[in-house]
């Protein structure tokens, strides 16, 4: 892991510009936030492949869908709360009940959006999008999982929600990694426990099983950047193990962990201990004590690894 600190965000705007470039099919629509989603870049040098339908979300989707119908590849460019959850009906029937090549492309996810309070902060979108038939749903780790993600996620068929964080987060990878929607992220062997986390709670999750391993605990770390479809055969190899903790800047009801839990209950054995959102709303705070109150911390999920093992 290094030192250096990047946003997703930031991912997003610079891979977007570049695939814009190579492909001219490649749309973006923006609800006026273009500043904060990094898009801005993209305007100024593709202005005929950018749209800014202002602060409307479900035209934002509409407009997508019909862009889609003729062979253009949008991405709607908003924040997670906007793009999940206002949109939400628009993208069921508008979006994954047709079955279109729309990508939901939003910055903010999780508690990023820290001290703008509980209303930005969007702790159920990923849960709410993957009950949609047709949902791809991906959240990239770091700056250059993000771009190798948002590249496979122009270059698939179908929806797909892409979830990217406001605040900087430790960038994890190298720029050659390759990254495969819908097939987990192996960071580490491991035979004691395993971890399975996305988003920015990969680098927690790294940390804390560089700590453990200290004790001569081994960890099996998995990045699961695609919640959906939920890479099964990397869970069911975990329960060679048999004792799994999920980690999410999410809420534990319907993310990673929920899906996590319905792969072990249905192959019958194995225990998971999930870590995310306690299923309560945030609050204006910054990012990392708003991560405190949830348990979302190095220090818990080596807590929760060693009572595990208990």
């Known amino acids: 892991m290094s030192m250096m600190k990047k946003a997703t965000r930031q991912a997003f705007g610079d891979e977007i510009l570049a695939l814009g470039k190579k492909n001219k099919n490649i749309y973006v629509v923006d609800i006026d936030i273009g500043k904060s989603c990094k898009t801005g870049e993209f305007s100024k040098q593709l202005a005929n492949q950018h749209i800014n339908v202002g602060i409307a979300e479900q035209n934002a989707c509409g407009v997508a869908a019909g862009l889609a119908t003729t062979g253009k590849i949008p991405f709607i460019s908003t924040y997670a709360i906007f793009g999940s959850l206002r949109m939400g009906e628009q993208i069921r029937q508008e979006v994954c009940y047709p079955n279109l090549n729309v990508k939901i492309a939003c910055s903010h996810g999780g508690l990023t959006p820290a001290n703008d309070g509980a209303s930005?902060?969007?702790?159920?979108?990923?849960?709410?999008?993957?009950t949609f038939p047709n949902m791809t749903v991906v959240m990239g780790a770091d700056y250059y999982s993000a771009r190798k993600l948002i590249q496979q996620a122009a270059e698939i068929y179908g929806p797909v929600y892409l979830r990217f964080t406001r605040d900087a987060i430790p960038v994890i990878y190298g720029e050659d990694e390759e990254f495969t929607i819908g097939k987990a992220k192996k960071i580490k062997e491991g035979k004691d426990i395993a971890i399975i986390a996305n988003g920015d709670t990969v680098c927690l999750a790294l940390e804390a099983s560089k700590e453990l391993e200290k004790e001569e605990i081994s960890v099996k770390l998995l990045d699961?950047?695609?919640?959906?479809?939920?890479?099964?055969?990397?869970?069911?190899?975990?329960?060679?193990?048999?004792?799994?903790?999920?980690?999410?800047?999410?809420?534990?009801?319907?993310?990673?962990?929920?899906?996590?839990?319905?792969?072990v209950a249905e192959e019958g054995k194995g225990k998971v201990v999930r870590i995310g959102v306690q299923d309560q709303f945030g609050q204006s705070a910054p990012y990392e004590k708003l991560m405190e109150i949830n348990g979302i911390t190095v220090a818990n999920i080596i807590k929760t690894a060693r009572k595990m093992l208990k």
């Open 224 to 263: 699961m950047h695609t919640i959906k479809p939920l890479d099964r055969e990397a869970v069911v190899e975990c329960l060679n193990i048999g004792k799994i903790i999920t980690v999410e800047d999410h809420n534990v009801i319907n993310g990673l962990g929920s899906a996590v839990c319905e792969v």
């Open 120 to 130: 930005h902060q969007c702790i159920e979108d990923m849960g709410v999008l993957r």
